[in-house]
């Protein structure tokens, strides 16, 4: 069965701090890899990743791919109270890969006190 | 602006009637589908269709119905036989599913209570 796995479930930081979250998967027909941020409503795209050791960076974002160990870490420095959000990763691949649905982790939900 | 909407916002209803949930995109995106979000289970995807007049049943279909006559448009309804429809309910679309460089974009969501 395909599936994606988000650790740590939820994790609480001070502002400054830096954190690394981590999304494992067993998908079959694997294409990419997505973390998205939810603040209460609707998930926001923060990266696609493709192709193992190309990191991606959007400010103190970054993420990477590991497609030989089937991981992707998505980093965060000098962390924010705007970073509070539960972050998703997705997995689009599986048994019916071309229809473009995503699998999903439990999501990790980050809080950043001040 | 294009986007996703979805409404409502909030919902109630008693046990036993059934709900639509509507969700309209201005995107021209091909495909669309429903999540279910519940707490410390991440997104499960309960109906998706790739082109008008087809859909698809997703992981989670049981209790739940859906139908595309316009490619804009995609109404779920929650009907009373399933078991536990509290939720918070996510549309989305993509317009490329079979590319490979797969992104959904999301609308804000639907949150359900059934009394």
């Known amino acids: 069965e395909d599936k994606v796995v988000q650790s740590p479930l939820s994790l609480v930081v001070h502002e400054g701090d830096t954190v690394t979250l981590n999304c494992s998967y067993e998908v079959t027909n694997f294409r990419s890899l997505l973390w998205y941020k939810q603040e209460k409503k609707a998930p926001t795209f923060l990266f696609m990743l493709t192709s193992s050791g190309i990191e991606k960076k959007s400010g103190r974002l970054s993420s990477i791919l590991d497609k030989k160990e089937l991981f992707s870490i998505l980093n965060i420095t000098a962390t924010q109270t705007g970073d509070s959000a539960v972050y998703l990763c997705a997995v689009d691949g599986g048994r019916s890969s071309n229809t473009g649905k995503l699998i999903f982790g439990q999501g990790t939900t980050l809080q950043v006190k001040p | 602006d294009g986007g996703i909407t979805q409404s409502p916002k909030y919902l109630f209803r008693k046990e036993g009637q059934n709900v639509t949930l509507s969700c309209e995109q201005n995107?021209?995106?091909?495909?669309m589908y429903w999540y279910r979000q519940d707490p410390g289970q991440g997104l499960r995807l309960i109906y998706y269709s790739q082109i008008v007049n087809d859909f698809q049943k997703g992981d989670i279909a049981e209790g739940y119905s859906v139908s595309r006559e316009k490619k804009e448009s995609f109404p779920l309804t929650v009907t009373s036989a399933q078991k536990n429809p509290t939720a918070f309910y996510l549309c989305?679309?993509?317009?490329?599913?079979?590319?490979?460089?797969?992104?959904?974009?999301f609308g804000a969501g639907s949150r359900l209570t059934v009394l």
């Open positions: 989305a679309s993509t317009p490329y599913p079979s590319s490979g460089a797969n992104v959904l974009t």
């Open positions: 995107l021209n995106h091909d495909a």
